[in-house]
């Protein structure tokens, strides 16, 4: 098994700081914290085992390679695609918005 390095596009990251503001408005900080400790354990998750992650939407939105696995004890998911060199993170989103159209803007 070989570990790769968790490359986040912008907007994964721009994803989870909205998440995060968020969170911090709505939640506190002490929630704000534990989905950023949530979203960086599954990213050491997605490292280890990329293949993990369920290729659904890439059936669906004829992307191959397009995985997601979600955040632990949040609504949200995260994109990627195994590279040979390392796991290109796309996006972070929340599991009730409309996927397909949020991600639209990737495959151009």
Known sequence: MSVRPVIRRSLADQDVLEAVEYYLQ????????RFVDAVEKAFQYIRRHPASGSPRYALELELPGLRCWPVKRF??????????????????????????????????
């Open 26 to 33: 709505e939640a506190g900080v002490s929630v704000a914290l």
């Open 75 to 108: 609504p949200y998911l995260i994109f990627y695609v195994e590279r040979d060199d390392y796991i290109d993170v796309w996006r972070v989103l929340h599991g009730e918005r409309e996927i397909p159209t949020w991600l639209h803007g990737e495959t151009e």
